[in-house]
Each structure stands twice: as C-alpha cells, then as structure tokens.
C-alpha cells in the first residue's frame, strides 16, 4: 500500500506541478518539481501509515492532484496578465519616446532596457532586421499579444510614410483600450469563479450538519465502500464542474 501510494502521489505531482512561463523580469527561482514530488511522497507515506483502502487513496490523491492543478492555473493566469500589463507599458513607453523626439532605434533599445522580454526586439534593430518580425516573434509569448499592435504600427509607418511616432501613440491607445477591456473581463471571471468554489465546498457544509443532527456521514463515507464510491463520485462531480470553469477562464484570459 505505501509503495502504491507514493507512487501515485508523485505521478500526480508531477503532472500537477506548476508549469508557468516564468516572466523574464520577475525574480526569484522558479519552483522546483523535485520539492513537488518529495512533498508528494510523504503526504502519501502518511495516507498509508492511516491505513486507508485503495479506494480512499485513490480518492485523497485525485484531489491533491486537482487542487495543485488548479494553483498551476491560476498562478499561469495571474503571469499572463501581469505581462499584459508590462507588454502595454512597453508600447506607452515607446511612443512616450517618439514623441519626445528620440530616433526611433533608440527608443527600442530605451524600451528594452527596461523590459528584459523584448531584448530581441532591440536586436533586431542592432543588426538591421526586421522590427515587426521580432516584435510578433515576441508576441507569441502568453500575455504578449499586445505587441502585434506595435508591430502593425510599425509596418504601417514604414510602408506608408506616416510619422512613427504618431502611429505609434494610436498603437498605444488601442493597446490601453483593449488592456481595459481584458481587466473589465477578468473582474467579472473572477466573481464568477469565486461563487463556484463556495459552492463547490457547501457539500462539505451539509456533512457538517448532518454531523450535528446526530448523524454520522464521515464514517459512511471514510469506512464502508458504498459511502467510499458515494465519495470518489461526488469528488469527481466538483472536480468536472471546476475544469470546466478553468478551461473557459483560460479561453478568456489567456487567448
């Protein structure tokens, strides 16, 4: 049973453990997945040591390895959006720039100083390749999609002739208004995906309650297999209904 255990509490530790882009300029290490699978297996260790059945294993390790998926989603999500905030800060500093008169390819150097990501932009205008290029080649990164309006800009002003730096500031003023709408759109998620994990936890609420109407639902459920299929159905019913709400967070915010 320990072996069993452990190495199903890894599996899905390692299958749960945080996988985020890390932004380039946060600091600090990112996390390590051997602490993940080492926590994993002593928390399996005790589940043994409580001699559980199979059953209520399999159920305990199920719902770690959802709780840690879902800490991967929302730590992703946080990241994508805290690049979304320093990607439009990037295009108001560069037509702040322009507009201040600077040449256009020290402004894209200025603007990478600053932000560690787009350093291959201001490559690109060291070695004369294509701006546009790299600034899309940028956008690809979670979070970044802001910049493709950079780079049209940019392609529009050499194509056309048009001052940059005046496209460039309507490039900012789009980006400021479509940042405006994804924060507007992540308020309202956000309402949404907190009213369903209380819900999700009122079960856990009525077991409280038949507890003190003198009945007796954890043993049912901890000890007699009916109450352990009753349970691993329940778990799995909340478990569904929480993909669900994340796959359409991530639709939402990480599009």
Partial sequence: MTMFASVAAAVAAYLAAPRVTRLASSAGP??????????????????????????????????????????????????????????????????ADLAAGLPPLQAVRNMAAEFVELEPVARAADTGADIPDAFRAVAELPGAGLLRVAASAWS??????????????????????????????????SAALATARLLALLPLGVLFLGRGMGGDPFTFLLRSFPGQLCLAAGLMLVWSGSVWLERIADQTELS
């Fill in 156 to 189: 529009v002003s050499h194509r056309s002739g048009a001052g940059l730096a005046k496209t460039m500031a309507r490039a900012a003023d789009t980006a400021r208004a479509s940042r405006a709408t994804s924060r507007l759109v992540s308020t309202e998620l």
């Fill in 30 to 95: 990112g996390p390590v997945k051997g602490a993940w699978v080492l926590g994993a297996c002593a928390a399996a260790g005790v589940l043994a040591r409580l001699d559980l059945s199979p059953l209520l294993v399999l159920v305990c390790v199920a719902s770690g390895a959802a709780v840690l998926r879902a800490i991967r989603r929302r730590r992703l999500r946080r990241d994508v959006n805290l690049r979304r905030d320093l990607m439009l800060s990037a295009c108001e500093g560069l037509a």
